[in-house]
């Protein structure tokens, strides 16, 4: 089967440098696949590619198999049937949210137009806002209504581009859990752009790691967060203690002790291995060399700062059973480790 | 915004500030200066002005602009205003400052100078210089010229005739055709007129149209013409000037003159010297305008003074004005 | 508090015309006045200028909204050169406009040919504003907008229309007062309008009563505009605050043709009077002098910096204290300046006359008083420019910024300010433009002797001396060409508005 979305060798550059090279990634159907990476690696332009804001030098997009971007054929964003949701939500400041959530809608009936709008205020939990201006709204509310109005014309795709990250905490979790459930219950493909490493694992099916222009590894969350492809893909999507050491007989000699590799490694080879803070294990010990040195409670679990005579390192235990301030224990991996060796 | 317009716009408005703030000082009242409020062109004024200033040492600080606003701005400056003088370039812009009680009296040695005719019947202004109308034609447009100006209304001269209808001098023509022909006289030609006539703003537009070709004829004051002819070069005219017959309403002279508003021992001074032979004849050659005094020869190539008429008639009277501007106005051109 | 303290000194000042039209009308036998206003005459004048202003509104509005967004949101080539174009008309007097026509088209009067001169030379109005509006264009609005419809149409109501209507509103009102106020134009072409029938009460008649019951009834019909102005820009909302602007939209043929046509308006508006004028240079003889050029070049620079620097700043007061403080007394003074704005140059500058020779005789016909003259005369030009560009700051910034300790001087120098400067700075540069090219009010207020370009174009074209007049005509569109250089820079979609 083909995928959904396919986008080939995907080129763009502005004014001599290079935004986008050779990206290619593909999104099944129903799908939703977030773009990882920090700002300014061309997140954004992939995505106004895809919509069809920008015109790529090379490469081909296509959706549902039908060509929408390549050298020799164009669709205008409005017939690629995409629906976007920009950072700033965009709203047309002089509509009420019900005319925006209809904006896209021009081609209904009324009475159709009227009962899309209706469900899609409900859905989106915005019952009684509906004759507000978005002036009006709070910046949660603004977000919902420009989700609500990219997902009324029932597009192929959606895209989202970082449209949770100005909200603060909570209405962001409450926010992506009802826009994820209501792309999954419409079976919306969708492309969710962020720089939010817990937003992109949480919420995809797949995940497309961005680097400098390039896709440098894509996976499911689960697979990415196991094996993140290099060091500061590990280092980006969740805190990783990096410690020296070299493969002898497959396993990963450290100060830590003798490691299993999770990926192939080559003996004699030197580099870092990188340990997840809830793959250590502190143990009490009186005679250890560690120390605890900071602690920070979380309820379910803490985050432990251990003092060794290497170095120091942030270690995840569960709550009741953390190590207390200034206790002295030996320090511990459990499972399985990333090993990185350094290139020769 | 990027900086260098930022710093642009700041730099313009310290500047824009500075210079308001330097501009804060007015001129300290000095004793030997006079006012003058001119609504006679620069052009003409100037040197003349120049001469007197030379002559005496009194420093004359002019003010140029049109006659009829400087009129309205002395009537609203009233006895405050720190003009000395009006010099207004016709009878009506005069009349309206006597009738605001504005004007001193004249002394009788500068009243002499100039017949009764073209001065203040309460000895308040007095004019300077003429200027006549006259019909400006077009050689190839116009064969037979009209021996009185009533003939431009009727249907032979339908589209070939151009005059200014909101122009002082043509309002003042119109009151000397209802003094000499009557009310009912003027009326008729007027709505003869209205129906031949092409129409324009200013004396100069005329001119330009009948230089042109665009009209055959039209009427405006002599000096227009010479003014033209200085500017484009002697011989490089096509139009010519015409008179009508002697003792005809279109021939009607305009004074332009002066008036005093203030005791500065100066402004009298400063009219006698407008009347002097001399400088009368600097108006004669230089401006071609009439001479308002006796015996100084009128530029060559214009009727001469005598042959026109003197009706009985105060050019200045706003009452006059009031019933020609409302017989033009029923004329619909206006 | 400042800002209040200072648009209240505002509204005296720009109430003096009011009052002295008053004073004048309170003299004259009601029955003579309600005879004037209901005459026909009076009514055909209603009519007369009403078509007038209705016909250059719209006009003004097509050709000026459109130039906006060739040059703004198109990939158009030659963009500053057409900024220039577009704006260089305003400097042309509109009486040396309606010359230089006259000078190629012999019996061009009436009608059609007053609303073609006027047209033109107010575009730019609309062209300097709905330009500053468009700049703010978001574009992630826009971006939604083209995944939304295939209809440019469309398109453009949805994001375009919001973004440029409140500035559309004010410039379409500055248009139509100039076309009330107008002078120059309407009387050489021979169209009646009140302000000509204004002028000629005072040229024709000397009748001060007839004038003034005139402008009264000037201002009576100008509330009914200020008023469906105030009407449509109710419940305005401010729109986003772009940081990137929308890419440009690439133009066939590389926009050359789009470019041909924007310069048209320039040709009419600029070009056939400056080629009309030259014509008379070059067969004149009459010759100018340099020291005069230069001193009236200068004395135009002086006014026009000094009078435009201050009415933006107390269009800003006005502005800052009508939106934030919702402060009575500004509103007021806003409302009268726009007033004070149809009414002929000449009348508001007798009522400075009036006024001024007896309230202030000191500063009576000094420079400082001509600026105030000129303040008075064009703040709804700065007020225009300023106030689309200041509803577009959102008041959570002015709050946020106060949360944060900061002044609410600090707030406006540091958060407001940098977001409206290319708003301020097309109003600066349209009100240095009309400043240089202004007459009627510096000829009267003026200090004795001092010329400014306009005064000297005037003296020398009223004496029949066009060779002497052309360079001063020149010397005029060249120095606008300044401030209309300095939009343009402001106005590159390439670039992005730093917002910090």
């Known amino acids: 089967m083909t995928a959904f979305v396919e986008v080939t060798n995907l080129t763009v550059a502005k004014g001599g440098s290079s935004i986008l090279h050779d990206v290619s990634f593909a999104v099944n159907g129903g799908e939703f696949l977030s773009v990882l990476g920090p700002s300014g690696v061309g997140k954004t332009t992939l995505l106004r590619c895809l919509a069809g804001f920008e015109r790529p030098d090379s490469g081909t997009i296509a959706i549902d198999g039908d060509v929408v971007s390549s050298d020799e054929r164009w669709v205008e964003p409005a017939r690629r049937g995409v629906g976007i949701v920009p950072q700033d939500g965009a709203l047309f400041t002089h509509m009420t949210v019900a005319r925006n959530i209809g904006a896209g809608l021009a081609d209904l009936s009324s009475a159709l137009r009227a009962k899309r709008v209706a469900e899609l205020v409900s859905i989106m939990r915005l019952g009684g806002l509906e004759n507000r201006l978005p002036a009006e709204l709070s910046g949660g509310q603004q977000q919902r209504v420009a989700v609500a109005r990219a997902i009324a014309p029932s597009p192929r795709v959606v895209l989202l581009d970082e449209p949770f990250a100005a909200l603060d905490t909570e209405l962001r979790t409450e926010l992506r859990t009802d826009v994820r459930e209501l792309l999954r219950k419409e079976s919306i493909t969708t492309i969710l752009v962020t720089h939010d490493q817990d937003e992109a694992l949480s919420l995809s099916d797949s995940i497309a790691v961005m680097r400098d222009g390039a896709i440098i590894q894509t996976g499911t969350p689960a697979d990415i967060y196991a094996q993140p492809a290099d060091i500061d893909v590990a280092l980006f999507l969740g805190d990783a203690v990096i410690i020296p050491g070299r493969v002898s007989g497959g396993k990963v000699e450290t100060e830590l002790g003798s490691l299993t590799p999770l990926n192939r490694v080559r003996d004699g080879d030197s580099g870092f291995a990188a340990v997840r803070p809830e793959n250590f294990y502190l143990q009490p010990d009186p005679a250890g060399r560690a120390i605890v040195t900071g602690r920070q409670f979380f309820g379910h679990d803490v985050l432990v700062t251990v003092t060794t005579p290497d170095r120091t390192i942030t270690a995840r235990a569960s709550g009741p059973l953390a190590p207390e301030m200034g206790m002295k224990l030996t320090v511990w991996v459990r499972g399985p480790v990333n090993f990185y060796a350094r290139p020769d | ?334 | 508090m400042l800002v209040k303290a200072l648009s209240l000194a505002v509204v005296p000042l720009v109430s003096v015309p009011l009052v002295y039209l008053f004073i004048r009308v309170a003299e004259v036998d009601l029955g003579v006045v309600v005879t004037e206003v209901l005459s026909p005459r009076t009514g055909q004048l209603v009519l007369n200028t009403a078509a007038l202003v209705v016909a250059v509104t719209v006009t003004a509005l097509a050709v000026g909204v459109t130039q906006a967004y060739v040059v703004v949101r198109t990939s158009v080539p030659l963009r500053r050169l057409l900024t220039i174009l577009a704006t260089v008309p305003l400097a042309v007097p509109s009486y040396v406009a309606a010359y230089g026509w006259l000078g190629v088209v012999p019996g061009f009067n009436g009608f059609f040919p007053a609303w073609l001169v006027l047209s033109v030379a107010t575009a730019p109005l609309v062209f300097l504003t709905a330009s500053a509006a468009l700049a703010r264009t978001s574009r992630s609005a826009d971006d939604v907008a083209q995944s939304i419809s295939t209809s440019r149409v469309r398109r453009h109501l949805l994001v375009t229309w919001p973004t440029i209507r409140s500035s559309v509103w004010s410039s379409g009102l500055l248009v139509a007062l100039y076309v009330i106020a107008d002078f120059g134009a309407v009387s050489l072409l021979r169209y009646d309008t009140f302000t000509r029938a204004i002028f000629n009460a005072y040229r024709s008649s000397f009748d001060r009563s007839l004038a003034a019951i005139l402008g009264l009834v000037v201002v009576v019909l100008t509330v009914a505009l200020v008023v469906l102005y105030r009407r449509a820009l109710r419940g305005e909302q401010s729109g986003p605050v772009n940081v990137v602007r929308p890419s440009p939209v690439v133009l066939r043929a590389g926009g050359w043709p789009h470019a041909a046509v924007m310069s048209l308006g320039a040709v009419v508006g600029a070009g056939v009077p400056f080629v009309s004028v030259s014509a008379w240079a070059v067969v004149g003889t009459s010759t100018a002098n340099v020291e005069r050029l230069v001193e009236a070049t200068l004395n135009s620079v002086m006014y026009g910096l000094s009078a435009a620097t201050l009415a933006v700043a107390l269009g800003i007061v006005i502005v800052v204290a009508t939106l934030r403080y919702r402060f009575t007394p500004a509103t007021v003074a806003e409302s009268v300046s726009w007033l004070i704005h149809a009414l002929p140059a000449l009348v508001v500058a007798l009522s400075f006359t009036f006024v001024g020779i007896r309230l202030v005789p000191d500063l009576y016909q000094t420079h400082v008083f001509v600026v105030l003259g000129l303040v008075v005369l064009f703040l709804p030009n700065a007020i225009s420019a300023i106030e689309p560009a200041l509803r577009a700051v959102p008041p959570s910034w002015h709050e946020l910024a106060q949360s944060l300790g900061m002044r609410p001087s600090t707030e406006f120098a540091r958060v407001t300010l940098p977001v409206i400067t290319p708003g301020l700075l097309a109003g600066w540069a349209l009100v240095v433009l009309v400043i240089v090219r202004e007459l009627p009010l510096t000829l009267l207020l003026r200090p004795n002797g001092v010329d400014t370009l306009a005064t000297r174009l005037w003296t020398e074209t009223s004496a029949g001396a066009f060779a002497a007049a052309a360079p001063y005509a020149v010397t005029l569109v060249a120095l606008a060409g300044i401030p209309a250089w300095l939009v343009s820079r402001g106005l590159d979609p390439q670039r992005k508005m730093v917002v910090s």
Not at chain 2, 155 to 178: C, G, Y
Request: hydrophobic share 45%; net charge negative; aromatic share 8%.
């Open chain 2, 1 to 334: 915004m990027n900086k260098f317009s930022a710093r642009i716009f700041a730099a313009a408005a310290i500047v824009g500030t500075l210079g308001a703030l330097t501009a804060c000082s007015p001129a300290g009242p000095v004793n030997d200066t006079l006012v003058v409020y001119s609504g006679r062109d620069e052009t003409l004024v100037e040197p003349i002005i120049a001469l007197f200033e030379e002559e005496t040492g009194v420093t004359v600080d002019v003010r140029y602009g049109d006659s009829a606003e400087l009129a309205a701005q002395l009537s609203e400056e009233g006895a405050a205003s720190k003009a000395d003088i009006f010099f207004a370039q016709d009878a009506g812009a005069l009349g309206a400052i006597e009738s605001e009680g504005l004007f001193r009296e004249l002394p009788t040695s500068v009243l002499d100078r100039v017949q009764p005719e073209y001065r203040s019947e309460n000895d308040r202004w007095i004019g300077i210089t003429g200027r006549a109308r006259v019909l400006v034609y077009n050689p190839e447009l116009v064969s037979e010229l009209p021996t009185s100006v009533l003939e431009l209304s009727e249907p032979q001269w339908a589209d070939r005739i151009a005059i200014s209808p909101t122009n002082a001098s043509f309002q003042a023509f119109v009151t000397a055709l209802r003094v000499i022909n009557g009310d009912d006289a003027a009326a008729t030609w007027l709505s003869g007129i209205a129906a031949n006539a092409q129409r324009f703003e200013k004396n100069s537009q005329i001119l330009e149209a009948v230089e042109a070709g665009t009209v055959a004829a039209g009427l405006i004051n002599h000096y227009y013409w010479f003014q033209r002819e200085v500017e484009v070069g002697a011989g490089n005219m096509t139009s010519r000037l015409a008179s009508f017959a002697p003792g005809d309403a279109g021939n009607l002279i305009n004074v332009a003159g002066v008036g005093v508003l203030s005791d500065n021992s100066h402004a009298n001074a400063f009219v006698s010297f407008l009347l002097r032979d001399d400088i009368q004849r600097i108006f004669v050659t230089e401006v071609m305008e009439y001479p308002m005094v006796a015996g100084i020869d009128t530029p060559a190539g214009i009727t001469p003074l005598g042959d026109i008429p003197t009706p009985d008639i105060d050019l200045s009277n706003l009452n006059d004005l009031k019933v020609t501007l409302e017989l033009i106005r029923a004329s619909g051109m206006i």
